[in-house]
């Protein structure tokens, strides 16, 4: 539970400001050696050198020493799938065998609201035992399945965005609603839970390939009378999806075009993959501002393809990272960012730590349009923090004996670490790694 109580968090701040644009890009990050957060009502109250901050501090503050380790913003993941907790490591063959083999059965069981209940404990536990305070999820198609997620994350005082995934073909039929209560059922949970404490909500119809042309349309309705709630969704993952999405949309110019005519895309907009994308798409993308989604180990795992995020960001768009557990393969986004360099290294493209930290925290805030509250150590903003310790491990300890600078020991932590390199989660002020409310 969450404690509000006034604290200082001791030890090495690292926070950005900006993108790095180089690796000696120093004014896009701010790093204090000894440094301080006050944290007061779960938000940071003040950030600085600790001489300064524990002056200002009111007398008999408790001070959390974490020194020597790092304390940066909390990990943001913004593509996962809540339901699939126990698809994570099921041997399958690419994303449609996947899906219709371990994804959809696993989903089936969220219409019972104990399973719901059950798993969200185990995700929100396993989110905060990597370091992640924000995540942006799929729930299942059953209502239940929202109120088990966002019940649990008002528990935890956790700011997270989610969704009952819309889905109504090319699925069991039990898994499958239909384009009017789809309709309604989202708009019954939006107005629960969207602004309820942290919650955001997002409208999810899973892909093109399970949504009849009057769902998206209703998935649109939704959007244009709600518009501060995100909508997620995936594209361009598999070529075997492509196909089957050109056959079931012959109209559409492309992929995106069939979200673009249902009035889908915006700049809340988080469109998973992305890896095979055409021309005319990029120009939509950048247009609307819509967001595309990094997704490394799934993409890997399920041989989807490369992202190539130099393509997307020359031409002008959004980009995030995440992990899209149960595709994924981990609920670290220090794996994440790992794997994510080394899909850019077989691209030629050269991803520096300092890029990575930024991804993850402030790069991933702005993909959301939340960068007022969550993903720096600013002060006036949400107090959700990650400490980091890059010597977590033997290996990793006697590699950080040769490391000299700041970005050297990041590169560590992403090449090497997991979730023993998380010492401590704090969410809204609160100690939360250890484990959830019983
Ligand atoms: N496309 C449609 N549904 C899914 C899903 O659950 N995971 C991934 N990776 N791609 C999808
Ligand atoms: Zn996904």
């Known amino acids: 539970m969450s404690d509000k109580k006034t604290k200082i968090l001791r030890g090495r701040l690292l926070t950005f400001n900006d993108a790095p644009k180089g690796a000696d890009d120093w004014d896009s990050y701010s790093y204090e050696e000894d440094g301080a957060l006050l944290i007061s009502n779960g938000k940071i109250e003040e950030r600085g050198p600790y001489s300064v901050v524990a002056s200002n501090a009111p007398t008999g503050t408790e001070i959390i020493d974490h020194r020597p380790h790092l304390i940066v913003p909390g990990f943001i993941d913004t593509h996962i799938h809540f339901p699939q907790a126990q698809v994570i490591a099921s041997w399958a063959d690419q994303l449609l065998d996947w899906l219709n083999d371990y994804t959809f059965p696993a989903e089936l069981k969220f219409a019972d609201k104990t399973h719901g209940k059950r798993i969200a404990k185990e995700f929100f536990d396993a989110l905060l035992s990597h370091g992640t305070t924000t995540a942006v ?3 299942s198609s059953h209502p239940n399945s929202v109120d088990a997620y966002f019940e649990e994350a008002e528990a935890r005082d956790m700011l997270m965005i989610g969704g009952k995934t819309m889905m109504d073909r090319n699925a069991p039929a039990d898994l499958c609603d239909t384009a ?9 949970l939006l107005e629960k839970w969207h602004g309820r404490g942290r919650a955001h909500y997002a409208v999810t119809p899973r892909f093109a390939i399970t949504s009849t042309p009057a769902q998206l349309e209703a998935a649109g309705s939704l959007l244009n009378e709600h518009p501060g709630v995100h909508l997620q969704t995936h594209i361009n993952e598999n070529h075997n999806e492509i196909s089957l999405t050109k056959e079931l949309f012959p109209e559409a110019a492309d ?5 673009e005519g249902f009035g889908l895309l915006g700049p809340r907009s988080l469109l998973g993959h992305c890896i095979h994308m055409n021309e005319r798409e990029l120009g939509v993308m950048r247009e609307t501002g819509s967001v595309a989604v990094f ?6 795992f399920l041989g989807s393809g490369l992202f190539d995020k130099a393509r ?13 557990v149960g595709g994924g393969t981990n609920y670290s986004m220090l794996r994440t960012l790992d794997e994510g360099y080394k899909v850019l290294q077989l ?5 520096h730590p300092l890029t990575c930290f930024y991804w993850a925290t402030l790069g991933n805030a702005k993909a959301l349009s939340l960068s007022d509250w969550i993903g720096t150590l600013d002060a006036g903003t949400d107090a959700d923090v990650v ?3 890059a010597r977590a491990t033997r290996p990793m300890a006697l590699r950080m004996e040769t490391v000299e600078t700041l970005s050297e020991e990041l590169f560590v932590l992403q090449t090497l670490g997991d979730d023993r390199a998380i010492v401590e989660t704090y969410v809204a002020g609160s100690a939360a790694k250890q484990s959830g409310p019983e």
């Open 137 to 139: 999820a799929y729930c």
């Open 180 to 188: 009017q209560n789809s309709y309604d059922d989202s708009k019954k």
């Open 255 to 259: 992929y995106l075009g069939v979200y």
């Open 295 to 300: 997704c490394p180990t799934s993409n890997l």
């Open 312 to 324: 997307l960001e020359a031409s002008g768009i959004r980009t995030a990272i995440a992990t899209d």
């Open 347 to 351: 691209q030629r493209q050269r991803l």
């Open 387 to 389: 400490v980091l310790d």
